[in-house]
């Protein structure tokens, strides 16, 4: 599933590439997408209208319209946003610095949702694996702070006080938004912090380090590219070593999640 820094790049493309376009039409004609939305509910409650503001929290992303209902986008596990210019050109992020041809392969059937803006050009969520999901006034009061915002002290009272594994309780949207089990993984080996670990077994250094290492992480992640960017990401499968320090990477089972982490500096106990 894509994580905080996919997401953000996602939001970026609207920002940059959608904001202020009159929506024309609307294909919202995907049930499964859309859900609970029949086909034509989206679509009334948009034309006519434009875009004007991009948010997100962690991995959930929403954009306010000039009418009076804000529309929602989840990328799923694979969905991507690509945005046509006014010009012909397509923006879909990554390394994004004009107008470009556009890098991912058109299947009209893999677009899942559509804005038709008066100019021409168009939003769509791409999505081969149909893992997306797109709805009007989206509720996010569930989720917690943003992993790429949260404070220190916040951050200390939602992950430092509980009692599960720091690796589930940085994977809980309901204590920190938009970390997934990529960057989980990053995080930890980065702090040099067994995933195991009960997280209110850290002590105040260890806390503050978790918490430098997730906004360096993330920050990382969002100007590379992703997440899958990670120093120690390409080392999680059997037969690697530590990046850091040579030894085996070791592989366990935390909150349902397969994880990676370091045999000697992250030791199980």
């Avoid at 995907?30 to 609970?36: A, E, G, I, K, T």
């Avoid at 804000?70 to 596990?77: C, E, F, Q, S």
């Avoid at 006014?86 to 879909?92: A, I, L």
């Avoid at 997440?227 to 850091?244: D, L, M, Y």
């Amino acid at each position: 599933m894509p994580e905080l820094p996919e997401v953000e790049s996602a939001r970026a493309v609207i920002e940059r590439s959608a904001l202020g376009r009159r929506i024309d039409d609307v294909d919202d004609t995907d049930s499964w997408v859309c859900r609970p939305h029949p086909p034509g509910e989206i679509r009334a409650a948009l034309l006519g209208r434009r875009l004007v503001a991009a948010h997100r929290r962690g991995k959930s992303m929403w954009i306010e319209t000039s009418g009076d209902h804000v529309l929602g986008i989840h990328l799923g596990m694979r969905g991507r946003i690509l945005v046509t210019e006014r010009h012909g050109g397509v923006d879909e992020g990554g390394d994004y610095v004009g107008t470009r041809p556009q890098r991912t392969p058109v299947k009209a059937e893999w677009d899942r949702f559509t804005l038709h803006f008066a100019d021409g050009g168009a939003l769509r969520l791409f999505d081969k694996r149909r893992l997306g999901r797109v709805r009007l006034d989206p509720d996010i009061e569930a989720l917690g702070p943003d992993a790429g915002e949260v404070r220190l002290a916040d951050f200390r009272k939602l992950v430092g006080a509980s009692r599960t594994p720091v690796k589930a309780r940085l994977l809980d949207q309901h204590a920190v938004a938009g970390v997934g089990n990529l960057l989980a993984d990053e995080v930890l080996w980065q702090a040099a912090i067994a995933p195991e670990r009960p997280a209110d077994e850290l002590d105040a250094a260890e806390v503050a380090r978790l918490h430098r290492e997730l906004r360096t992480a993330i920050r990382h992640a969002i100007k590379r590219g992703g997440v899958h960017t990670g120093e120690v990401i390409a080392h999680r499968k059997a037969g690697e070593h530590c990046p850091r320090c040579g030894a085996p990477m070791r592989r366990t089972e935390v909150g349902g999640r397969t994880t990676w982490a370091c045999s000697v500096e992250q030791p199980a106990g």
